[in-house]
């Protein structure tokens, strides 16, 4: 399968406990983006790599949320300090760089945290 | 700032029954595309189209057609002969030329039910 890959698919933690979810993009993209989708909405943007550079950064993630991508490769995006309120679908998007095109999605990772 | 608006939250039609999902969006950049994203119950978004913003002709794939209107800011969908498999929740997404970012601005989506 050459598509965009997230684990694990479903994560349920408890408050104040750290996650960290993995993306592993579509080889040849060298763009690499994360999205988080509450129930009822559209995906919100959180952040973007064009190789391991991490380009720009949404006002959505706080101080608590980190993202990498390093070698340009997958990307992980680790949650400290969990609270009910990142309760989300968490999905991750590549494209490749140049005349634009679309953004392929993952199947997202559901974080429950209780 | 970009938005999107779908305005129809849920949309229920019978099988083999046209439907329309509408989309208007806002945005301050003179170079933009707008994508259609399908997403079933298995949560992963699947691309059906691009437009960008120099290009208003009306596209059809199979079932599927699209309206772009500039002048009225809006990007529409319409299923033809719906089918059970159509029912999924369906977005629409801007995009803008911000130093080749293409991050997208989605819209809350409209979920759309077939029954048969």
């Known amino acids: 399968d050459t598509g965009v890959s997230q684990d694990p698919r479903h994560k349920i933690t408890k408050r104040g406990q750290n996650v960290t979810f993995r993306c592993d993009p579509i080889?040849?993209?060298?763009?690499l983006y994360w999205y988080r989708q509450t129930l009822g909405q559209g995906p919100e943007f959180l952040t973007y790599?064009?190789?391991?550079?991490?380009?720009?950064k949404s006002r959505l993630l706080s101080d608590r949320f980190s993202a990498e991508r390093p070698k340009g490769s997958f990307s992980t995006l680790e949650i400290q300090r969990t609270e009910q309120g990142d309760s989300a679908m968490y999905l991750c998007?590549?494209?490749?760089?140049?005349?634009?095109?679309?953004?392929?999605f993952g199947q997202g990772t559901r974080l429950t945290v209780v | 700032a970009q938005k999107v608006t779908q305005a129809q939250t849920e949309i229920s039609v019978v099988e083999k029954e046209d439907v329309t999902l509408d989309c208007v969006y806002e945005?301050?950049?003179?170079?933009?595309?707008l994508f259609w994203y399908k997403q079933p119950p298995s949560g992963e978004l699947v691309f059906l189209i691009r437009r960008n913003s120099f290009d208003e002709q009306n596209e059809i794939s199979g079932r599927y057609s699209w309206n772009f209107q500039k002048s009225t800011s809006s990007f529409n969908f319409t299923i033809t002969a719906s089918q059970v498999v159509d029912s999924a929740v369906y977005f629409c997404?801007?995009?803008?030329?911000?130093?080749?970012?293409?991050?997208?601005?989605f819209g809350t989506g409209t979920r759309l039910t077939i029954i048969p």
């Open positions: 945005t301050r950049d003179t170079t933009y595309y």
């Open positions: 997404a801007l995009s803008g030329r911000d130093f080749g970012n293409e991050k997208l601005t």
């Open positions: 790599f064009q190789n391991e550079a991490q380009l720009e």
């Open positions: 998007a590549s494209s490749k760089q140049g005349v634009i095109t679309e953004a392929f």
């Open positions: 080889s040849e993209h060298n763009r």
